[in-house]
């Protein structure tokens, strides 16, 4: 499995930006996760989706902000990011991962090459 990401730009506080996540074989069984890495800080968990999309999974600094869906048909995982603060800026990197039990941890088995989401105040 290989994971793409796209998406990052450069965005006023406030506003949106969309990440992609465009997997190469068959991740329609898998669980998907977003996750972000600011300069100086460790890699953190954003947010996650069962393999039907029927279940998400967010960190609390961005519920209610961020929301992450699937289309399986396309192979893509989606990261709609609203109201966006300063403190969202990172490399976003999407991971894939055939047990649940990965979820919210480090421990996906497959990442992608990372986005730069900047936010300017």
């Known amino acids: 499995v290989q994971l793409q990401a796209s998406g990052g730009g450069l965005v006023q506080a406030g506003g949106s930006l969309r990440l992609s996540c465009a997997a190469s074989g068959r991740t329609f069984t898998y669980v998907m996760g977003w996750f972000r890495q600011a300069p100086g800080k460790e890699r953190e968990f954003v947010a996650a989706?069962?393999?039907?999309?029927?279940?998400?999974y967010y960190a609390d600094s961005v519920k209610g902000r961020f929301t992450i869906s699937r289309d399986n048909a396309e192979n893509t995982v989606y990261l709609q990011m609203n109201s966006l603060k300063p403190e969202d800026t990172a490399v976003y990197y999407c991971?894939?991962?055939?047990?649940?039990?990965?979820?919210?941890?480090?421990?996906?088995?497959?990442w992608g090459q990372g986005t730069q989401v900047t936010v300017s105040s």
């Open positions: 989706i069962s393999w039907s999309g029927g279940a998400t």
């Open positions: 991971a894939a991962d055939v047990s649940m039990a990965v979820l919210r941890s480090n421990e996906y088995k497959y």
